[in-house]
């Protein structure tokens, strides 16, 4: 849910035997001094190979934007078209008296991993949930290549379960085809690390201590202290796009949201 410290999805549409994909994306990113905005739709078809069970097709999409509270602005990356954290004025120091840059950023963001949820026989359907979040963060860049982040995020997670073997094969792993299994929850973090270029609200450096708190239960907690920056792998078919589109897909999942786990 747009922070990784272990292996847990809680929306996943599964593996589909695809002969090919179509990747449409719609970006806007907007600036005016310290004030920034951006947001994207994405939609993705996925060909089935060799199969008469229809094509499923997905979509998702987000809107953030901060206001940095110390003046400064953020500079546009064309390699990596998008917007980098801003670089503080003044670099964090006791001595000097200085407090380096803050920022207060939110976003929010919607994935729909279902295709005819409701259908039955279930026969071409995938229920792989739809998920929700809301996040609100505090940015503190102490200098140039460093920065803490400080998030909440409530999580709001509306699925069903495919039945079958898909949480697993042993005896109750997988509840009964159509059960509720969806989640809510609040995530509370704080990271620090060295900076990546693009990192937004949400998006945080190495380094991280996590309590979740799923609503009605108790506290737990995970520490991650490493990070790994991923790439995705290019798809089996990107067509009806213009190059330029598909660059600015690539380098968007290239900058890996969400990308330390």
């Not at 409701?118 to 809301?134: K, T, V, Y």
């Not at 503190?140 to 290549?145: F, I, Q, V």
């Not at 079958?164 to 929850?185: K, M, R, S, Y």
Request: glycine share 12%; net charge positive.
């Amino acid at each position: 849910p747009e922070i990784r410290v272990d292996s847990a999805r809680l929306v996943d549409s599964g593996s589909i035997d695809s002969d090919g994909v179509t990747a449409l994306g719609l970006e806007f990113g907007a600036q005016r001094r310290n004030l920034y905005l951006q947001a994207e739709y994405f939609d993705i078809a996925v060909e089935r190979r060799a199969s008469a069970l229809p094509d499923p097709d997905f979509s998702g999409w987000y809107v953030q934007g901060s206001w940095v509270l110390t003046g400064e602005s953020r500079n546009y990356n064309a390699g990596s078209a998008g917007f980098d954290g801003p670089k503080p004025a003044k670099a964090f120091s006791l001595e000097k008296g200085t407090w380096g840059a803050w920022e207060l950023g939110l976003r929010y963001s919607v994935l729909d991993l279902n295709y005819r949820e409701n259908d039955l026989p279930a026969l071409g359907s995938i229920r792989g949930g739809e998920q929700e979040i809301l996040s609100v963060g505090l940015n503190w860049y102490l200098n140039p290549g460093m920065a803490m982040q400080f998030t909440w995020r409530n999580v709001q997670v509306d699925r069903t379960s495919p039945g079958g073997t898909a949480f697993g094969a042993g005896a109750g792993a997988t509840p009964a085809l159509g059960t509720e299994v969806g989640q809510d929850l609040n995530i509370y973090s704080l990271r620090s690390g060295l900076r990546t270029t693009g990192s937004d609200v949400g998006q945080e450096p190495c380094g991280v201590f996590v309590v979740v708190l799923p609503r009605g239960h108790g506290a737990t907690a995970a520490q991650d202290c490493g990070c790994q920056m991923t790439t995705r792998r290019r798809s089996t078919r990107e067509r009806r796009l213009p190059p330029r589109t598909v660059r600015m897909i690539r380098s968007r999942r290239r900058s890996a949201p969400h990308g330390c786990r």
